[in-house]
């Protein structure tokens, strides 16, 4: 680790650390009214949550069920938006007229909450996790198109010119030139991408849920019902650990081995 | 640099949290006094918004001091919501299920049952051929869309099984939690096979004349059973007795003006409930508007058994202030 890396590393730490020092600050003193343990409870309870929460869960049903069900979900509706933003933002490097369509599709779209759609799903897909998995893909899809699309509109004339000198054409040219030049819109879609898709299932999860498929969002709901707040923040504690996982386990290393390796990003 | 950054982020998010804190304590010193009041959507909370349109409260603090209060009135989504605002000190008074009352005050939340507010009738339909009773679904992959796991209409979904000699958590893998027109619609285009529902959906989807009822759930819940109930803090109850008792005199007469002005309240109501004045005064007069709660201690006594809280109170005055009446 570079001497930069490591001050910036510590610097993260010590504001974690003072983070928790307010919180634990807040639930002592009691700031939050007269039954302010109930609402806003002390880091003790919620670590004691946090480990109930696996070994114990609700109802007989520990909390790894419930995340494996909602990572799965997730996986899913990732996989399909990912696949679907490069094949439709492809597709309108191809046809002027499918573009000018899609990018209206997409300003559209885009500016629609998932949760909002919900009846008009449920009617189109009945009562099942698709309609889950149909929130996510609907997270991911419109701003990972939208990057996707600003990446192979930024792809330099002289690129696509070279590619077509030496005979690329069509997905051969799209895989080849557009794709290539466009990585770091395309990580950036990504990273913008699994965010909202994250917050969606979530969302989703909360309002629509189904006990035969329970989710994150459900627990959360239970929870809550249930008055057992310091379950609560212990799971939205599972949930920070999971994206900071994908975040820094996943998409950075990704990062640090295209773009940054290219020297197309700093 | 960076540290300074850290440490100023840190500094204004405590001052944050504790104006949080403060603003929470002011709540009641003015020389006006004031009241939070969390009420919310539906036929069954009634009694609550003839008091808050006409002003009941007010006049009942009025008559008694010879002094104003003032009384905001705020809609929210649900039980748990309202248990969050009462600790929290931000709300005085909520209105909500009897179920998340109960959890309320066995979670020592700080508050205590004020008043029964109303019965509704509950049932439980499907739309398959070959479902005729609680028996059918269990072991099945028929799904029953209720409003939400662990509200009143889950805990009465457990306590029919019971009373049908099952495990009351035998049918909780079928649940889908959606909101009451949701799950009517998704019963009616079949996307489910069951929907636990109370008034007035309950009405509407048996004038459909569509689907089979599975009585047990309406056996076991009567629209004579407490239903909605109404918490006060106990600060309330403790620290002023005048405005508590104004707030009960007030929703009491409310109850009393719907006795004598049915049709009256029906026109009041029927905008904000999206009905027609006549349906909804059919709607109102099939439901049950007393003070007095009923089986509110049995339901607490089966929520404990069937595990939905942790302990069971002592007795029925550990649920209500001692000038509520009923069982």
């Avoid at chain 2, 003032?70 to 909500?96: E, H, K, P, R, Y």
Wanted: hydrophobic share 45%.
């Amino acid at each position: 680790m570079r001497k930069k890396e490591k001050k910036g590393f510590w610097i993260q730490i010590v504001f974690i650390a003072l983070m928790l020092v307010v919180w634990e600050t807040a639930a002592r003193l009691r700031l939050f009214g007269p039954r302010s343990e109930i609402i806003f409870p002390p880091l003790e309870a919620i670590g004691r949550a946090f480990v109930l929460n696996f070994a114990k869960g609700y109802g007989g049903v520990s909390l790894w069920r419930y995340i494996g069900n909602s990572m799965k979900l997730l996986g899913e509706g990732l996989l399909i938006g990912i696949i679907l933003a490069l094949i439709l933002s492809g597709a309108c490097m191809v046809s002027v007229s499918f573009r000018r369509i899609y990018s209206l599709v997409i300003a559209v779209m885009d500016l629609l909450p998932g949760v909002a759609m919900l009846p008009v799903v449920i009617i189109i897909f009945g009562i099942s996790p698709g309609v889950i998995v149909f929130l996510v893909v609907h997270s991911v899809l419109w701003p990972m198109s939208r990057n996707v699309l600003d990446g192979f509109l930024a792809v330099p004339r002289i690129y696509v010119e070279a590619g077509k000198n030496i005979g690329l054409r069509g997905i051969s040219l799209l895989l080849g030139v557009y794709l290539p030049a466009s990585v770091t819109y395309v990580i950036s879609g990504l990273k913008v991408g699994w965010a909202r898709a994250w917050r969606g299932l979530i969302s989703a999860e909360m309002i629509f849920g189904i006990a035969s498929c329970p989710g994150i969002g459900l627990y959360i709901n239970q929870m809550r019902v249930n008055l057992n707040n310091a379950e609560m923040y212990a799971t939205l504690l599972v949930i920070i650990i999971i994206g900071l996982i994908v975040q820094y386990g996943i998409l950075v290393p990704i990062e640090n081995r295209t773009v940054k390796k290219w020297g197309m990003s700093r | 640099m960076n540290k300074m950054s850290a440490g100023l982020l840190g500094l204004s998010l405590l001052m944050c949290i504790g104006g949080c804190g403060i603003r929470n304590q002011n709540t009641v010193s003015n020389e006006q006094k004031s009241l939070n009041i969390a009420y919310q959507y539906g036929l069954a909370y009634t009694p609550a918004i003839v008091a808050k349109e006409k002003g009941l409260i007010e006049e009942a603090y009025k008559e008694a001091t010879g002094k104003e209060v003032s009384v905001t009135w705020i809609q929210m989504n649900s039980g748990a919501d309202i248990n969050t605002g009462i600790a929290s000190g931000d709300l005085n008074v909520g209105f909500m299920g009897a179920a998340p009352a109960i959890t309320g005050v066995v979670k020592d939340v700080g508050y205590k049952v004020f008043t029964n507010l109303s019965g509704q009738e509950h049932s439980l339909m499907t739309n398959e051929d070959d479902v005729r009773s609680l028996k059918d679904l269990v072991g099945s992959s028929h799904q029953i869309a209720l409003v939400n796991i662990g509200s009143i209409q889950h805990i009465i979904l457990a306590k029919a099984l019971s009373e049908s000699g099952l495990d009351p958590h035998a049918l909780d893998s079928n649940i889908v939690a959606m909101k009451h027109p949701d799950g009517m619609a998704a019963l009616e285009t079949g996307n489910i096979a069951c929907h636990l529902t109370s008034s007035p959906y309950t009405y509407m989807e048996r004038s459909s004349g569509s689907f089979y009822e599975l009585d047990e759930v309406s056996k076991a819940w009567s629209a004579d059973d407490s239903f909605i109930v109404g918490v006060a803090a106990t600060s309330l109850y403790e620290e002023d007795p005048e405005l508590y008792k104004a707030l009960c005199d007030g929703i009491r007469t409310a109850m009393e003006y719907m006795d004598t002005h049915m049709g009256e309240v029906a026109e009041m109501t029927c905008e904000l409930d999206g009905n027609t004045k006549e349906d909804e005064l059919k709607y109102l007069e099939s439901g049950s508007y007393t003070a007095e709660t009923n089986s509110l201690f049995e339901l607490a006594r089966f929520m404990s058994d069937a595990g939905f809280i942790d302990t069971m109170p002592d007795s029925y005055e550990d649920l209500v202030f001692d000038n509520v009446l009923g069982d």
